[in-house]
């Protein structure tokens, strides 16, 4: 019985402390905005993914040169697999082991470089979009604006999203400033 009346007391001041939570942000204005999406959704986030588009197809053909090198080398031991000498298969697998080696070195250096470009080209966008919702959410009292690509969220009132807002008057102070 004492255990129940515990239990019972500690469930209503577990509800007791959630409720006063509640209430003491019911008078808090919360934004949302799916920052990476919009700046992917402006003009000149639009036009900063085409160039990077460009520069990646780029790094692909080379990858993808260099992994039918790799292949075409591999096919090569496999078929000559019966005519070599033990010397000899030893050299071939120590050379194929060092191409694709090379191989993995270059697809890392081309992954990291892929992805020095891409902030590259976005990072004005992404600090100019910050400044605009941060002039948001000052002029308009919010007490916090949620970036929903960063923080998984169940659920969020769409009727505070700011991401296509934001995306327009972006577009709006980017072209005056082209």
């Not at 160039?51 to 080379?62: P, R």
């Not at 990072?123 to 308009?140: A, P, Q, S, V």
Request: charged content about 35%; overall charge positive.
């Amino acid at each position: 019985m004492k255990k129940l009346t515990q239990f019972t007391l500690g469930i209503f001041i577990a509800s007791s402390i959630v409720l006063m939570g509640t209430f003491g942000f019911a008078g808090e204005k919360t934004g949302f905005v799916n920052y990476r999406g919009a700046v992917l959704g402006t003009e000149a986030g639009k036009k900063a993914q085409d160039e990077f588009k460009k520069i990646y197809e780029k790094y692909l053909s080379l990858k993808t040169q260099k992994e039918e090198e790799i292949n075409k080398f591999k096919d090569e031991i496999k078929n000559q697999l019966f005519v070599l000498t033990e010397t000899a298969k030893k050299e071939k697998e120590t050379a194929y082991n060092k191409k694709l080696r090379d191989y993995e070195l270059f697809v890392n250096d081309i992954n990291e470089e892929i992805r020095n470009k891409e902030q590259e080209l976005l990072k004005d966008i992404f600090e100019e979009m910050g400044k605009l919702l941060r002039t948001i959410g000052e002029k308009e009292k919010y007490t916090l604006i949620v970036d929903v690509g960063a923080i998984p969220l169940v659920y969020f009132d769409k009727e505070n999203d700011l991401t296509k807002r934001i995306i327009d008057e972006f577009n709006k102070t980017y072209k005056a400033k082209k």
